[in-house]
């Protein structure tokens, strides 16, 4: 598939429900310094901009193939993504509290095909296994609560 500058922006600004979105720090490539960017999270595209208003994103990241990973950094709440490779560019990121970090590692470790990749081979895997019948039995106390509070709300509908 072929991507170009206009195409690519208009999938990051289209209307369609984003997986992600917020203020991260992002250190500089060149530069120590970290800057302010609004990204944005759609499938495997991690798009950041200006400001959330902006209409073309200043870059983006490809997420194919990346790590995730917390690192000790000058900024408070700091997340590398990496990529394999010894010429490969390493991002440091930063959120602007704990909630969010989390939120952005969380996403950003699920935005790649490999992972979806994964979760479907594990359901495939459990569905034929219940198609098989491979299903464990469930464990004894299963139901007895619901069990004791039908008993218990027939009773009370007896009493007068």
Request: one cysteine or more.
């Given at each position: 598939?072929?991507?170009?500058?206009?195409s690519?922006?208009?999938?990051?600004t289209?209307?369609?429900?984003v997986?992600?979105?917020?203020?991260?720090?992002?250190?500089?490539?060149?530069?120590?310094?970290?800057?302010?960017?609004?990204?944005?999270?759609?499938?495997?595209?991690?798009f950041?901009?200006?400001?959330?208003?902006?209409?073309?994103?200043?870059?983006?990241?490809?997420?194919?193939?990346?790590?995730?990973?917390?690192?000790?950094?000058?900024?408070?709440?700091a997340?590398?993504?990496?990529?394999a490779?010894?010429?490969?560019?390493?991002?440091?990121?930063?959120?602007?509290?704990?909630?969010?970090?989390?939120?952005?590692?969380?996403?950003?470790?699920?935005?790649?095909?490999?992972?979806?990749?994964?979760v479907?081979?594990?359901?495939?895997?459990?569905?034929?296994?219940?198609?098989?019948?491979?299903?464990p039995?469930p464990?004894?106390?299963y139901?007895?609560?619901?069990?004791?509070?039908?008993?218990?709300?027939?009773?009370?509908?007896?009493?007068?």
């Amino acid at each position: 598939m072929k991507l170009n500058e206009r195409s690519l922006a208009f999938y990051a600004t289209c209307d369609a429900p984003v997986d992600n979105a917020g203020f991260l720090h992002k250190k500089g490539g060149r530069h120590a310094a970290y800057h302010r960017r609004w990204f944005v999270l759609r499938g495997n595209m991690l798009f950041y901009f200006e400001e959330p208003a902006s209409r073309e994103p200043v870059g983006v990241i490809i997420l194919e193939g990346c790590t995730v990973e917390l690192v000790e950094a000058a900024e408070e709440f700091a997340f590398a993504v990496r990529f394999a490779g010894a010429r490969a560019r390493t991002y440091v990121l930063a959120a602007e509290s704990q909630a969010a970090m989390e939120r952005w590692v969380k996403a950003l470790s699920r935005a790649s095909f490999d992972y979806l990749r994964l979760v479907v081979r594990e359901l495939e895997q459990q569905l034929a296994a219940v198609r098989a019948g491979a299903c464990p039995p469930p464990p004894p106390w299963y139901g007895q609560e619901i069990r004791a509070l039908r008993a218990q709300w027939l009773s009370s509908r007896a009493q007068p």
